[in-house]
């Protein structure tokens, strides 16, 4: 009965919020956030924190993790709330018990970033990779986008005779010119950048370190390549701050859209059509 109600409480408290305002309870506090690389190295969150923090007087502590790494922080309870991009790992952790709730906030897409323009759909731009021999970057972290990037290999297998291991490195080509770094987005373009390599990267922060790349961003129109970043609620005892700050990401659907490099959107707000 009691978890009933906590959850009742969850739900219902983002309606009574608009009433209630921001209590002195809640200003001057700090919620710790495990975010992914890649929306700390995307320069949104240096955007958005800022004005959450003016708004409701929470401090944001963030750790930039992988999205798995993200999760295992949240289960050893060295974290209050979290920002990952792995959805069928996000429901799994709920289902399991270690998330209250999930709210898909903002979404971009993933790209390829690499020397030259690859040719074809997104698969045989893969196998192109092997074939001719050319060079990958794989975060190598368990992060969402590497989990992301085993998703397109496994494709790229059904549909073509290169050889595929599945190792502590995750699954891929067997294949010198595939180069696991287990580190995060940010390092993995630095990397592809200075070894004339491809990598995966969410378009984010592709755009955001364009200007000081010389590589090109390649987009495919590819359902799987959807991108939805996600805010999960945990059970402890931040769960008011935790959620404004959900609701803050949610609401603010301005300074998600009007973010811009170069006068290009890295995000859009809300969840995409086909996000799972």
Same mark, same amino acid.
């Given at each position: 009965? *009691?978890?009933?109600?906590?959850? =009742?409480?969850?739900?219902?408290?983002?309606?009574l $919020?608009?009433?209630?305002?921001?209590?002195?309870?809640?200003?001057?506090?700090?919620?710790?956030?495990?975010? !992914?690389?890649?929306?700390?190295?995307?320069?949104?969150?240096?955007? =958005?924190l800022?004005?959450?923090?003016?708004? !409701?007087?929470i401090? /944001?502590?963030?750790?930039?993790?992988?999205?798995?790494?993200?999760?295992? =922080?949240?289960?050893?309870?060295?974290?209050?709330?979290?920002?990952?991009? @792995?959805?069928e790992? &996000?429901?799994?952790?709920? #289902?399991?018990?270690?998330? %209250?709730?999930?709210?898909?906030?903002?979404?971009?897409?993933? /790209?390829?970033?690499?020397?030259?323009?690859?040719?074809?759909?997104? !698969?045989?731009?893969?196998?192109?990779?092997?074939?001719?021999?050319?060079?990958?970057? @794989?975060?190598?972290?368990?992060?969402?986008?590497?989990i992301? +990037? $085993?998703?397109?290999?496994?494709? /790229?297998? #059904? @549909?073509?005779?290169?050889?595929?291991?599945?190792?502590?490195?995750?699954?891929?080509?067997?294949? &010198?010119?595939?180069?696991?770094?287990? $580190?995060?987005?940010?390092?993995?373009?630095?990397?592809?950048?200075e070894?004339?390599?491809?990598?995966?990267?969410? *378009?984010?922060?592709?755009?955001?370190?364009?200007?000081?790349? +010389?590589?090109? %961003?390649?987009?495919?129109? @590819?359902?799987?390549l959807?991108?939805?970043?996600?805010?999960?609620?945990?059970?402890?005892?931040?769960?008011?701050?935790?959620?404004?700050?959900?609701?803050?990401?949610?609401?603010?659907?301005?300074?998600?859209?009007?973010?811009?490099?170069?006068? $290009?959107?890295?995000? +859009?707000?809300?969840?995409? =059509?086909?996000s +799972?």
């Amino acid at each position: 009965m *009691k978890r009933v109600l906590f959850l =009742l409480f969850v739900f219902v408290l983002p309606c009574l $919020q608009g009433c209630l305002g921001t209590s002195e309870e809640v200003s001057g506090q700090t919620i710790r956030l495990a975010t !992914t690389t890649s929306m700390r190295d995307s320069g949104l969150l240096a955007e =958005l924190l800022p004005v959450f923090t003016a708004e !409701t007087g929470i401090e /944001v502590d963030v750790i930039a993790v992988g999205s798995g790494a993200a999760m295992n =922080l949240a289960k050893t309870n060295d974290v209050d709330v979290l920002i990952t991009h @792995s959805p069928e790992n &996000e429901i799994q952790f709920i #289902e399991e018990g270690y998330a %209250i709730n999930r709210t898909i906030f903002a979404w971009n897409r993933f /790209v390829m970033i690499g020397p030259d323009p690859l040719s074809g759909n997104l !698969t045989e731009a893969m196998s192109s990779l092997v074939r001719e021999n050319k060079c990958f970057i @794989s975060r190598g972290d368990s992060s969402g986008t590497h989990i992301k +990037e $085993q998703d397109v290999w496994r494709n /790229v297998a #059904e @549909s073509s005779n290169l050889s595929f291991i599945n190792n502590e490195l995750g699954y891929h080509p067997d294949w &010198e010119g595939y180069k696991s770094i287990g $580190q995060g987005m940010g390092a993995a373009i630095t990397i592809a950048n200075e070894l004339e390599c491809w990598t995966l990267s969410d *378009k984010g922060t592709a755009l955001f370190r364009s200007d000081n790349i +010389e590589l090109t %961003i390649q987009e495919f129109e @590819s359902p799987e390549l959807v991108n939805p970043y996600s805010v999960l609620l945990l059970d402890n005892n931040k769960l008011l701050e935790t959620t404004l700050f959900r609701d803050f990401l949610f609401n603010n659907t301005d300074l998600i859209d009007n973010y811009t490099v170069s006068n $290009q959107t890295l995000f +859009e707000s809300g969840s995409p =059509l086909y996000s +799972e």
